[in-house]
Structure formats: C-alpha cells, structure tokens
C-alpha cells in the first residue's frame, strides 16, 4: 500500500474467468484496480521451483524473453507498488502480493491452472507452498499455500518453495482474440 491506496480486485465483464489463457499474455488470473490504473494480472503458465525467497526474486529478476517477456527486479510489495505507479513493472514478471496468493488459491484447480499448480506434495519437501511479495513480520516473507489457503511467514533464505510470477498489463487494451 502507498499512502491510502490499496488494490482492489474487481470484476469486469469483458474478460475471461481466472484459469483461461490470454494468447502472448499468460493465463488471466485477475482483474484490479490500483493507482488509478484498471490492470489485469496475467500468472505465468509455468512455476519456478525450489527456490528461497532471495533466490525467487533474483530467478525472476534475471528472466529474459520468458513466456515472452523479461522479469523485474521486484524486492517486495512496497517495491511492486512503486512499480505501479511508476510503470516500471508493466508487462514483466513479478512474484505476487498476498492478495494475488489468495485469489490464485481460490481458482487453483481453473482452467490451465488445473495439474500446473503444486497442491498437495508427497514427500517432506515445502513444494505446494509459494512465495509472495508480501512482507510477514520483520524479516519474513509471505508464503501460500495453495491447498487451503493459509499464509505465513518464512524466512527469506531458510525455506524453500515455489513461485507463480504474475504480471500486470492494461485491462482496457488487452486483446481476448
């Protein structure tokens, strides 16, 4: 959040339900609105796996032309706000915001999302877990799981986890076709 604003996710009839994919965009997670901007955000159609938060934001940071665009440098959510505003992260890769963990949660099994997501994992591993921007208590940082919905808070190098990158592009430009 930057000053009183905060996202808010809204619905808009003219695009797809969570799950479906948007040809050279990703897979449609959600519409919402922030910094007088109406966004869509995008979910990549494929998770970086094991990896710690440190490593998360860095894997992102360094992707280049993935699934057709390059990823961000994004520390955290007051980072990606900034970005909003600013414009920097538009069209790129960033790892998700607690709210955007709790929507992609509730359409787990939508659409393309269905087999790509880690929900439940059989072995003593934090894989069905993922990372979000969103910071938890001092040094720790949010994490989903996406199962059941719960959050919590992990340290930022001793855990690790999945990511779904997300990005944020123009609602009212994109093209469903």
């Known amino acids: 959040m930057i000053g009183n604003e905060q996202i808010k996710i809204i619905t808009l009839s003219r695009l797809p339900p969570a799950g479906q994919p948007i040809p050279n965009e990703g897979i449609f997670l959600c519409a919402l ?5 109406t966004l869509a955000a995008c979910a990549s159609p494929e998770d970086i796996r094991n990896v710690t938060y440190t490593e998360a934001v860095r894997e992102v940071a360094v992707r280049r032309s993935w699934h057709g665009y390059d990823g ?10 900034n970005g909003l ?21 509730r359409n787990k099994t939508a659409g393309d999302f269905e087999g790509s997501l880690v929900i439940e994992s ?56």
Do not use: Q
Request: proline residues 3%.
């Open 33 to 37: 609105r922030y910094a007088e901007r």
């Open 72 to 81: 961000a440098n994004i520390e955290n959510e007051a980072a990606l706000y």
């Open 85 to 105: 505003v600013t414009g920097i992260v538009l069209g790129k890769w960033v790892i998700p915001t607690c709210d955007l963990g709790r929507v992609l949660s």
């Open 122 to 177: 059989k072995i003593a591993d934090c894989s069905n877990w993922y990372w979000l921007c969103t910071p938890h208590r001092r040094e720790k940082m949010s994490s989903i799981r996406l199962s059941d919905g719960m959050v919590a808070g992990w340290g930022r190098d001793c855990n690790r986890s999945s990511c779904r990158p997300v990005r944020f592009v123009d609602a009212t430009r994109l093209s469903l076709a």
